[in-house]
């Protein structure tokens, strides 16, 4: 007997992540999931990011072991926790429901969320965010997004870091752009180094302009 | 690995699904842009189903090929290319298939009463 089925494996996520999505909005907070390969510098944009923005901002931080980019995190001084996935390669929304109620948020604007540094499997687990930023740097190579079209076909922002380092790099801008853009035609791309400052400003007024 | 994960997920959905009765065959649809690893997946299952109704079910696997649409002309191309649109060479497409992940059937054995008997 054969039984249609039409259900999306991913149900049970979905319905985490449209809960954690109602408490972002009731609570008016901006919520930012951050993906990258692991050494593209992540950690290194939320700390660049919070040193311009203040302490209007808490961060989840998710790793497979280890609570180094946590305690570098609250060095700033804002609300931290951290996710250690015990081997998991990404997080997913009912560990976010998890580490929310360990956060004090109230007053604040945004809430970071640095996921696990993987290029592939986070792409799948929508953890409820608003938005999703994928991070790339030019050590990595112009052709990622061409290797790893399925997570920046997701992302409303890319951040290219290490800009600083161009000349050391075989490094074609316009190819990682044609390669984003042959998934994802609209998303705005900044290049930013987390070591100089140099082009955050973009970023920071990109966030800044984000409403819930 | 979120293979595991996803076959998890998978596993219990079918097991709410078939009701108690043994399952034989799952009908998969999976996209090119999903993600997912089609051997880790069928790994993934052998060990996860053994010992449930699910254990010894063939799993059949439509992939589903990433396609763009062009914003501007329309045109329809796949996602190997240049990122430009191949007939008129601008860029700008959508993205219309390829991030599939869902169950779309399954067959079970049939017990009396569903034979009507």
Redesign the interface.
Known sequence: ?????????????EEWAKENRRFFDGAKLISINIMASPGAGKTSLIMGTLESIGSCAAVIEGDIASTIDAEKIGTLGVPVVQINTGG???L?AAMIKKALERLDLKGLKYLFIENVGNL??P???NLGEHVRVIVASVPEGDDKPFKY???F?TAQAVVLNKWDTLSYFDFDFERFK?????????VPVFRVSCKTKEGLGDWIDWLKGLTY | ??EL??TE??V???TE??KG?KVSTIN?VIGE????VEESLIFCFHVISKGTLLEGASLNIKKIE?R?RC?LCSFEFG?D????CPACRR?????ISG?E??????????RDE?RGG
Request: net charge negative; glycine share 12%; with cysteine.
């Open positions: 007997m054969k039984i249609e089925v039409v259900k999306d494996i991913l149900d049970a996520n998991a390669c990404h997913d592939i499997c792409a799948e687990f079209p399925g997570i076909s044609r390669g984003i853009y042959s998934v994802n035609p609209e | 690995m979120h994960t996803i997920n998978m219990g959905l079918v699904e078939a009765r998969l842009l999903s993600g997912v990433g763009m914003r996602i290319g240049d990122g430009l860029p700008g497409g959508k993205l991030k992940l869902y169950i779309e059937s399954i067959e079970v054995e049939d569903d």
